[in-house]
């Protein structure tokens, strides 16, 4: 008997909240991942899962004019977003932003094995098939082309000092992916992707996402790990994976910890890459 498999999931939701720390999220990360980009000039980029368009129209900015751009997002709200704040930037028509499934890429025949870079951040955590989004990104790029993943690994989260609950509410927090059939550790096996999927060339490396009291990001850091556990707190408490009580003390201890003088966040974002072989 063939095994059913439960759709994709976003544990976060789609909240005015959720969309605020996103947002915060990117201004934090987004020049690290820049870094590590290596963009040649005019490239054709794919970007897979491009949220509220920040980094895409990042991507597109870096790649320079004549560069050609696609930005594929499932969720009709976060696309009307990323539409209304490319236009208030007077950047409409610096990306094509497309709805669409990151199991079934919205791509003209044409399209498919044109592009020099497919990417994706913070999408294959959130799929219980993440191999068929690879797949399909290998498809989508021309020989020579390269694919890039970047998601976490949330077994590396470190706080100091550790907060009241942390470990408690973290605990929950990973077990609710499981719930949906997702990966929360997904990140460690970003090479192995690429490596099935007959990419060479594959290299890692961990991007920083953290800060201690005193840095101008650290509140922002602190605020997106809560954001993260309120976004969460729904599922949790639906699945039995905490109570109530227990985990309302641990984000109560959590704002306390953000305000102590030696707070710090350590943790890094995982990122491969790998190359599509010439033909």
Known sequence: MKKEHKPAYYIHGTTPEEQVRLSRLNIILNDNCMREMNLKRKECILDVGAGLGQYTRALANAAGAGSIVVGIERDPAQLATAQRLAKEDGESELVDFRLGDALSFPLSPEEWGRFDLAH??????????????????????????RVILVD???????????????????????????????????????????????????????????????????????????????????????????????????????YAWKELPDAALWYGICWAEGTKNEE
């Open 120 to 145: 994706t951040r913070f999408v294959l955590e959130h799929l219980p098939h993440p191999e068929k989004v690879v797949e399909q990104m290998v498809l989508a790029v021309c020989p020579g082309g």
């Open 152 to 254: 976490d690994d949330h077994a590396t989260f470190m706080p100091y000092p550790m907060p009241g609950g942390f470990q408690d509410i973290w605990q929950a927090y990973l077990r609710s992916y499981d719930r949906m059939g997702n990966d929360p550790y997904i990140g460690r096996r970003l090479h192995s992707l690429l490596q099935q999927a007959g990419l060479t060339g594959i290299r890692n490396t961990l991007v920083f996402f953290g800060g201690c009291a005193g840095q101008e990001i650290f509140p922002y850091v602190a605020e997106n790990l809560i954001g993260i556990l309120m976004g969460a707190r729904e599922l949790i408490l639906r699945e039995n994976l905490l109570d109530e009580y227990t985990f309302d003390r641990a984000i109560e201890s959590l």
